[in-house]
DNA sequence: CCACGGCATTGATAGTGATCAATTTGCGCA
DNA sequence: TGCGCAAATTGATCACTATCAATGCCGTGG
């Protein structure tokens, strides 16, 4: 972890747009800035850790996040991928709680950390920022029980496929001409255990999609071969 | 669906003191008792479906509530059960969107109506209740995630010994001397619904238990017969 | 009092994914 | 370039739970 000094504006934050904090007038984001303490993160470092107290929140301003539980047997799940301009930890600090889950580096990034104070002082006189908290709650919310009822429901090939759509939304390129592709940002055993899965289990679905010319999988690149079946066969509307 | 005019006011509601509404001025409680509409509802009754605009929330003041999503394939899943002092229906009025599941009478209930115009209302003035709401969906999210950790790392046997303790929480009585023991108040598909089995996979999970004979099941009734090893086995700090 | 229907249980079987073990691939680094 | 380790794949087997089918139980209504 090395502090880089040159701290960056928010207000010039590429990401600004798509946070939480895109209300804040001029003012409030140079108090941030005043305070904010920005860092250059490799992967495998983590950012804090279940079961701590919150410190304050964390703003992504590049690279990627992801968001891991721990059960009774220490065994870990990967929750969740977070993106630029997302802020993480907010939970334990808005619902003054510990860390129910911990944060690790996925990919080089750049985090910016604004102090419990901060954020708390900010809530205090701009209700708009807690109203946008509770949207974004409510939205994980909705995804965490999506995801739980998928996992209930659907075999692991049509998760799976399910899975590399919406990774194919925030990572994927391409057009109908060119074909479709997408390069997963995550290793195979996080991809498993995003979708509750054994990474073999990841390996045999990929296979089994090769034999049935849905996509091409070349290490992290993969190509979509036919992604009107795909959509077919999760029930998706195109 | 009864409409029973002498309402109560929700000043003397017994469950008052435990709801999201806990922080309002008499002045804001006369203005929902002017306008809520009290319902007697049974089992079976729907009090808002998938996929409806949200018209208002619904304030549960005495009886059972299940909490239900249907998936792509028509199936459902009962998410949660609601009980008195609870409001539902708040994330599609708060989010914006539309109900993402559905809400089943389970008991007969009492059911208070506060449209939504009165709540956004009460909102903009006390942004307080917008706090306990955010409050409310964190923690409904951390329950969300365990539920989904859970599922994946536990054993039907493991998961329904967890579910009976919390539901023993809620609905259990005796104490050491007597013994304890839980009314359950669903039916074993609801049951089997809540952690995620069939119902033949509970009625198995039961049998084993007695043969163990950590628990005795008469139809809803059960005894708990030996708690140290339940608490044992599902890891729980007694 | 019996017939019916829904709920619950029990039994037999099969499918899915986990687990264990053995390679193979890929990549950083000397 | 080749070594060494971690990640990924492949194979064989096993355990768990879903599924299908039959029976038992119980409350309700004719």
């Not at 108090?31 to 304050?56: A, M, N, T, W």
């Not at 990919?107 to 205090?124: N, Q, W, Y």
């Not at 919310?141 to 799976?160: Q, Y």
């Not at 939304?169 to 479709?180: M, N, P, V, W």
Request: glycine share 6%.
């Amino acid at each position: 972890m090395n502090n880089t000094p040159p701290q960056s504006k928010c207000l010039n934050c590429p990401t600004r747009e798509n946070t939480e904090w895109n209300t804040l007038s001029e003012d409030e984001l140079d108090l941030i800035d005043q305070f904010k303490r920005v860092s250059d993160r490799e992967p495998g470092e983590i950012i804090y850790h279940q079961g701590d107290q919150s410190e304050g929140v964390y703003c992504i301003q590049s690279g990627l996040v992801g968001i891991r539980q721990l059960d009774a047997d220490g065994k870990e799940t990967l929750l969740r991928l977070c993106n630029p301009g997302e802020t993480v930890g907010y939970r334990a600090l808005l619902g003054n709680s510990e860390h129910t889950h911990f944060a690790e580096i996925l990919a080089p990034s750049h985090i910016c950390f604004i102090e419990r104070k901060i954020v708390t002082d900010l809530l205090a006189k701009n209700p708009v920022i807690g109203e946008r908290f509770l949207v974004r709650s409510l939205k994980e919310l909705t995804e965490a029980e999506d995801n739980l009822v998928r996992s209930r429901s659907l075999k692991v090939r049509t998760r799976l496929l399910h899975c590399l759509m919406v990774l194919f939304d925030q990572y994927g390129s391409g057009d109908e001409l060119s074909g479709y592709m997408l390069k997963i940002p995550i290793s195979r055993k996080d991809l498993a255990s995003l979708i509750a899965v054994t990474p073999e289990s990841i390996s045999r679905a990929i296979s089994h999609l090769e034999e049935d010319n849905l996509v091409r999988f070349e290490g992290r690149n993969v190509h979509f071969s036919n992604i009107e079946a795909i959509f077919d066969e999760i029930g998706a509307v195109h």
